[in-house]
């Protein structure tokens, strides 16, 4: 064992005491202390060193610090500050371990590692997971072959489902070891997806150096990433690339791919399906198909060679002529199709559903209905299906500018439906300012008519307590007693009188409210109707909130339960000049009767003509107060009452103007990039070509 391998073991201790067998080290090791000490200039660094080491192996961790801590040679000192550490970290102290791990500085590599490693095992105690991350990635960048640091760092990654990091490490060690392990990591991760968001170029070196490696490993892992890559937007980019890796490292000819023919005709399917544009693929073309012929065994060239064949006779772009020549010759060399006719069925239902997205399922189908009665798809020859495909896509064609037309009528129509819902938004404003104006107005009248009977009628009963007033009064009373009654005779009359008239008249106005709240929903419902028929379906419901009839009934029998709830007035008890007058005599010369004649009919007059109007509005004043609040709020009542119908006709228009938007969009969208429709039209006219050629069939349609 090296001198580096015992430091790193704490076992340094044994190159010091091995000649001192059947004593316990620490006997031994302070001896030579003692011995050291007796030299005039004595040097304890290696001893004390050592001492470290085996207090640490004995778990006296203090006395371990404490050895390691003492003036140490140079190459000691950066391995008695990681032991150090180690001791801290046993200990449990981590902020102090991380503390002398980070001090250390040395030139040796896996004394560097190791520290690396530590500061590893003690992030992740601290769940310093990011800090964690960093330390692995060095100590694996340091030195990768040491002590399994890279299966401690792929188990990390994959517990923690850092997938990312996991990835990086697979592939950079599957480069450098040349290692098969390491690909089949990688291809698990492919597997499970982990790979679908790196740019595909990120994995060239890797499957270059796998291809030299083991061809069936190669085309395994190349199985897992083209999966990854087929339903994303790195597809093109993946063909791009793996295309012109075959290109580039030649393959022997008497390799038999296992895997690659399915994975090309099942890529050139997909490119061919309609989800690209023709000027998207055809710059791969060329590397695609040549690629795909070369994989493909001499028995099985009949589809690349066709699908060659028929690239080059329907799109007409530059693929390379030795390569046409080529795809003639294994053509020639083949036989036609055994199951061509299950191939056609599907090209047929492909043509049906691409109809079916661009709204033309109905034409096609009632098209095609006379042929398929006389020629059922799923029993028809290869011939009868070929010539119903041929017919269904010249339909197609012809039908681009019904398209067109198509789309431009239901921009129209529902341009319509939109000056529908602007009439009828503009009946229901028209309706709630008649609604609201009307309640308003009839209240306001009510309110006014009420208040002009109580101001009316209540000083009429406070006159009529001049009856009160006899010259036997006691006119040093009589003032109290005069008040007393007046508060009375205005209880009354508010509570007989005043809410019995208030109740009748809210009743009436509730009443009325009620039949033009109705009356403007029947118009709501006729409106809905004539709108739901224009529409073709039961788009809009308009109901207005009947809510508000049950709310202003439970406000108004509030405010009329307030009239039973009238505080007393101080109608004869207030300190202007006629009542202190009144009140002043009639003390003074009420007990003499030769008075009485003359303060009676005083104070009757008084009672008879006193103004009490200010009494009178002091005491209804919270009353209107209550009434005028109401009133105010009606308008937002009526509001509430149409906010639903209002509600309802935005949310329709914002659906029609978004169907007008999209509608335009795919107008603007066929006129500017005609190819989005006339492409998918032109592969299929390709796929049919490669049909016939598959199965040797010639000539024009049967029918």
């Keep these: 064992m090296t001198t580096e391998m015992k430091l790193m073991n704490k076992t340094y201790y044994q190159t010091l005491v091995d000649d001192h067998e059947g004593k316990h080290p620490i006997n031994n090791l302070g001896e030579m202390s003692m011995e050291e000490m007796k030299k005039e200039r004595p040097d304890l660094s290696v001893i004390r060193y050592a001492q470290g080491e085996v207090y640490f192996l004995n778990k006296d961790y203090e006395a371990a610090i404490y050895k390691w801590g003492s003036p140490l040679e140079n190459e000691l000192f950066p391995w008695a500050q990681k032991n150090i550490a180690d001791a801290y970290f046993e200990m449990g102290l981590l902020s102090d371990a991380e503390k002398f791990y980070r001090d250390v500085e040395t030139q ?70 040349e290692s098969l392990s390491w690909f089949e990591v990688l291809e698990g991760y492919a597997e499970q997806g982990f790979t679908a968001g790196y740019k595909p170029i990120y994995f060239e070196e890797a499957l270059v150096t796998l291809l030299h ?94 699908a060659i064949l028929a690239w080059d006779s329907i799109v007409q772009s530059d ?62 020859s290869p011939s009868k299906i070929r010539d119903m495909i041929r017919a269904s896509i010249e339909f197609l064609k012809e039908k681009r500018s019904e398209v067109e037309d198509g789309i431009m009528d239901r921009i129209n129509w529902n341009k319509e439906i939109v000056t529908g819902i602007e009439d009828i938004d503009r009946q229901l404003k028209e309706m709630e300012k008649t609604e609201a104006d009307a309640a308003k107005d009839s209240f306001s009248q009510i309110k ?9 009628e209540l000083p009429k009963q406070l006159q009529s307590c001049s009856e009160l007033v006899h010259e036997n009064s006691d006119f040093s009373k009589l003032h109290v007693e005069v008040n007393e009654e007046m508060n009375n005779r205005i209880a009354e009359y508010m509570e007989k009188t005043a809410q019995h008239n208030f109740k009748n008249a809210v009743h009436g106005w509730l009443e009325d409210c009620k039949k033009t709240l109705t009356d403007s929903q029947i118009k709501m419902n006729e409106m809905s109707e004539s709108f739901n028929q224009q529409y073709g379906e039961e788009k809009i419901v308009l109901d207005g909130d009947f809510k508000i009839l049950d709310d202003w009934l ?39 009767p030769q008075n009485k ?101 010639s000539g024009s349609p049967s029918y």
């Design 108 to 177: 040796s590599v896996d004394l560097k590692a190791e520290v690396l490693l530590q500061l590893f095992s003690l992030y992740i105690q601290q769940d310093r997971l990011e800090k964690a991350i960093d330390a692995i990635k060095k100590a694996v960048g340091l030195n990768p072959d040491y002590s399994d640091v890279t299966e401690v760092a792929q188990s990390f990654f994959e517990n923690f489902k850092y997938w990312d990091d996991a990835i990086d490490l697979a592939v950079n060690e599957a480069i450098r070891t």
């Design 213 to 306: 490696m083991d061809k069936l490993q190669f085309e395994n892992l190349s199985e897992r990433l083209w999966k990854n890559y087929q339903q994303s937007n790195f597809f093109i980019q993946w063909l791009e690339e793996f295309n012109q890796l075959l290109l580039t490292n030649h393959v022997e000819e008497s390799y038999k791919w296992k895997k690659l023919p399915d994975l090309y005709k099942a890529s050139y399917v997909e490119l061919i399906s309609g989800r690209f544009l023709i000027r998207d693929i055809s710059p791969l073309m060329q590397n695609h198909l040549t690629n795909w012929l070369d994989v493909s065994s001499a028995t099985d060239a009949l589809p690349s060679s066709t």
């Design 319 to 380: 693929l390379n002529e030795n390569l046409v020549r080529k795809a003639q010759y294994h053509f020639e060399q083949s036989n036609a199709n055994p199951s061509g006719s299950q191939a056609g069925r599907e090209l047929f239902e492909s043509i049906k559903a691409w109809a079916d997205e661009e709204g033309l399922s109905d034409d096609l189908t009632e098209f095609m209905g006379p042929v398929l009665k006389e020629y059922s798809i799923h029993v028809a």
């Design 448 to 456: 006014a008519n009420f208040l002009a009977d109580i101001m009316s």
């Design 554 to 592: 439970r406000d108004l029998e509030r405010i009329s339960r307030g009239t039973l709830h009238m505080e007393k007035v101080n109608i004869m008890m207030r300190n202007n000049p006629a009542q202190l007058l009144l009140k002043g005599t009639g003390k003074l010369l009420g007990s003499m």
């Design 597 to 697: 004649e003359r303060l009676h009919s005083r104070y009757k007059r008084y009672i008879e003509n006193e103004d009490y109007r200010p009494v009178t509005e002091e005491l209804i004043n919270p009353f209107q107060q209550q009434l005028e609040l109401f009133e105010r709020s009606l308008e937002w009542d009526v509001s509430k009452f149409f906010s639903a119908p209002f509600e309802e006709l935005n949310l329709v228009n914002e659906e029609v103007q978004s169907a007008i938007e999209k509608h335009k969009d795919s107008l603007n969208t066929i006129s500017e990039k005609p190819e989005i429709y006339r492409d998918p039209l032109t592969l299929f006219e390709m796929q049919l070509c490669q049909y016939e050629l598959m199965n040797a069939l």
